[in-house]
């Protein structure tokens, strides 16, 4: 497993822009595909995107495709959500995941590493 560690989550209006990165420790990290996760109040925990360990095949939800952008910097131990043009259905709970060697759509069982979260909430 890796440890993670999300910030730049914040209180944002609609439209605005907020990057959220995770930091991960061990020498694991160039090997785990990586994506981030969130959950509203009283709904269950969905997929945002994810990106393979190969650093390729960038994979969105259909609600934030054309919105989002993920990417991750091996060099850095670290993995980035660019969140552009906010709504306020956005707002949740950011969860970092990590999943050893597993190809970009693993299904959210497939993580074994997963940050403490971060809040991102937008208003109208």
């Known amino acids: 497993q890796v440890q993670l560690v999300e910030s730049g989550g914040g209180s944002v209006r609609a439209g605005e822009t907020l990057r959220l990165s995770c930091a991960a420790s061990?020498?694991?990290?160039?090997?785990?595909?990586m994506a981030w996760f969130r959950q509203a109040p009283g709904k269950e925990r969905e997929f945002v995107a994810s990106?393979?360990?190969?650093?390729?095949?960038?994979y969105y939800s259909d609600s934030v495709k054309g919105r989002f952008a993920i990417s991750r910097d091996n060099a850095k131990n670290t993995v980035y959500l660019q969140m552009n043009d906010l709504k306020p259905e956005d707002t949740a709970v950011y969860y970092c995941?990590?999943?050893?060697?597993?190809?970009?759509?693993?299904?959210?069982?497939?993580?074994?590493?997963w940050g403490q979260g971060t809040q991102v909430t937008v208003s109208s």
């Open positions: 990106i393979h360990w190969t650093n390729s095949f960038p």
């Open positions: 061990g020498h694991a990290f160039s090997t785990y595909t």
């Open positions: 995941a990590g999943a050893p060697l597993r190809p970009a759509r693993a299904s959210m069982s497939e993580y074994d590493s």
